[in-house]
């Protein structure tokens, strides 16, 4: 009997992303624009986070911001109530964004005069860490509750991060969350990760963010 041929779609699809990938980070330089992929689990404090930057910043820079859903525009409105920039990017079902996808977003955005562009990414930790959306760095939101242990569970996340955020510090108290755990299994997948706590409701630890970002732009205006 002949044997059936096997066809790595999924490699040749990657391959593809990661070229559109690399032309998107390319252009993205020569416009002097940094370009943030932010993800997070759903309730993790993704957008309430980006609202109290975005509040902290508007005054020292132009930002942007494209909000990724399967459905609904909720988040676009609240963070269109910052002032910022925004425009809403519906996935059709799908549960990450790919670089064409995040290219559709930026033309229809016009990030031209922009300093910092969000694209805040569809919350699962699974999908959107396979997917290379040409932003010039990744960065991650992981809430107490969630727990320590995340990690563990998705190692890929944590792997192509070059920062996480702590979030809802403030709650800390009154869960099983070992901080200091947390970051040792993180800088065991990737020794280079920037890990920040915070608590987006209270402000805590937000300025050590802030000026991550703002030496981002700064390096991007170079």
Not at 6 to 34: C, G, H, P, W, Y
Not at 104 to 116: H, K, P, S, W
Not at 204 to 222: I, N, T
Request: charged content about 30%; some cysteine; overall charge negative.
């Amino acid at each position: 009997m002949e044997k059936f041929k096997v066809l790595e779609v999924k490699e040749s699809i990657f391959q593809k992303n990661d070229e559109r990938a690399e032309l998107l980070r390319k252009e993205m330089k020569e416009q002097k624009t940094f370009l943030l992929n932010l993800m997070s689990s759903p309730g993790s404090g993704k957008t309430t986070t980006l609202t109290r930057t975005i509040q902290a910043l508007r005054e020292e820079m132009k930002i942007g911001v494209m909000e990724a859903d399967i459905d609904s525009d909720v988040d676009a409105r609240t963070i269109q109530q910052t002032g910022a920039k925004v425009i809403q990017l519906h996935t059709g079902g799908m549960c990450h964004l790919d670089a064409e996808m995040t290219r559709q977003g930026i033309e229809a955005l016009g990030t031209e005069e922009l300093d910092l562009v969000v694209l805040e990414n569809v919350g699962n930790l699974v999908c959107p860490a396979e997917f290379d959306t040409g932003a010039t760095k990744n960065a991650m939101i992981l809430s107490v509750p969630e727990g320590d242990d995340k990690p563990l569970k998705y190692p890929l996340m944590f792997s192509i991060c070059d920062v996480l955020l702590v979030n809802k510090m403030d709650v800390a108290p009154y869960f099983d969350f070992d901080l200091d755990a947390c970051k040792k299994r993180a800088r065991e997948l990737n020794p280079d990760i920037q890990v920040i706590p915070i608590s987006a409701r209270t402000g805590e630890g937000l300025e050590e963010w802030l000026d991550w970002l703002r030496g981002q732009v700064k390096k991007a205006k170079a």
